[in-house]
DNA sequence: CCTACCGATCGGTAGG
DNA sequence: CCTACCGATCGGTAGG
């Protein structure tokens, strides 16, 4: 069985195309799987994957309790699937900044200033469960899954190193860059624990605090 | 019903005091509620708190499966000893750090870096699995034991306000504290993800560097 | 995508 | 602390 068999929906191999729906307004087809991802998203973070039941999602999606299996061949493939399209987003969104012509032209603290701008709108805007499941999910992947997983996360923390190493070489960081981005995006990775949007600062402002607290400059 | 029914253990009201056990080698009683608890603590953070069966824990403290009721009145209250059992640990020992002679004798950034070794310590030393349970096993609590944990939690956090406070006077902290604090226990409680002791830097080297990072001076 | 259902597992308890 | 058990729930499936 290749690895990817792992992850396969039903619904790449029995999509109901060019059936229309029966209900009221005719919705275009393809977005049930949509609110699956979403619903299942929102559920894992606030309740864990474990405690969560498929029946709470097909609840959450208006279906029957057998219907996710429909789109998704076993609730390991829905949390997949939902950490998949977390992390493709948020290595789209980083690669916006990164490829936008006056990136190159900014000193390094203003490029990481950029970069934790969007993963604190990554892990706290509003709608915004995928990443987060992804983080505190782990555990429940299987051990293939987790290693597919792992090579995306990979990717991801990879953008941090060239703009922390020219940080360190001015010497805007001290501790070792290695150290320094596990510690860095820990501190940012944490906030989903904690951070309240009705109480707490702006994701500006934090972002401000972030750059304050980790580079040595002003 | 008094909050703390909550938190009752049955042990408390029908310790089997002076009833020697059965087996080969007399052990004294209660050790085996201990036994339990850091079977729970290994497992709970291993697998999570849902997804670990109290079937596992007894299993795992080579007692049969009705076993561990005798000792808790439920699963949940399980989670909670082992929690409290963390957090009670890890306040004594940052009490020890602060009432130690010299500590108010050290430079602020010198207090920092105590505070944050007992912290690794508790965190990624061998055996100590109690602190990561209660880091990452928040949404498993009922309401009312989230609520006495928090002040168990806030009492820790509140430790670390005047030697941030001190770094903010002296300048080697600019961020905001509150911020600050946030970010840096972020920062550490994450190591829980990633840290391998047969791969990563010594405890003493990771606490070098997270000042190195957090501090503006050397 | 729904209906109806199965087999397995799980937290918890009675009674000793 | 064990034995034997209950009621509820859960992931998943057949058949339409």
Redesign the pocket.
């Known amino acids: 069985m290749p690895p990817a068999a792992a992850f396969e929906t039903n619904a790449t191999k029995?999509r109901p195309r060019g059936r229309p729906?029966k209900s009221q307004e005719e919705r275009d087809?393809g977005n049930?799987?949509q609110?699956?991802l979403r619903a299942a998203a929102k559920l894992f973070r606030r309740k864990g994957f474990?405690a969560?039941?498929?029946?709470?999602i097909?609840s959450a999606?208006?279906?029957?309790?057998?219907?996710p299996?429909?789109?998704f061949?076993?609730?390991?493939?829905?949390l997949y699937a939902v950490m998949e399209e977390g992390m493709t987003n948020a290595l789209e969104r980083q690669h916006e900044v990164l490829l936008h012509p006056d990136y190159a032209k900014l000193p390094p603290q203003d490029q990481l200033r950029q970069l934790i701008g969007v993963h604190f709108d990554v892990l706290l805007g509003p709608g915004n469960d995928f990443v987060p499941v992804m983080l505190y999910e782990w555990r429940s992947l299987t051990a293939i899954q987790r290693k597919a997983m792992r090579q995306l996360v990979q990717n991801y923390e990879g953008l941090w190193l060239p703009v922390l190493q020219a940080l360190h070489d001015c010497e805007f960081l001290v501790a070792p860059v290695g150290i320094a981005r596990l510690l860095l995006l820990g501190a940012l990775n944490w906030s989903v624990q904690w951070y309240d949007p009705r109480k707490d600062a702006s994701l500006n402002d934090l972002s401000d605090a972030a750059i304050q607290l980790f580079i040595k400059a002003q």
């Not at 061949?73 to 829905?78: D, E, I, V």
């Open positions: 029995a729906r087809d049930r799987r609110a699956l474990a969560t039941t498929t029946r709470d097909a999606a208006d279906m029957r309790s057998g219907s299996f429909y789109h061949k076993s609730k390991s493939a829905l």
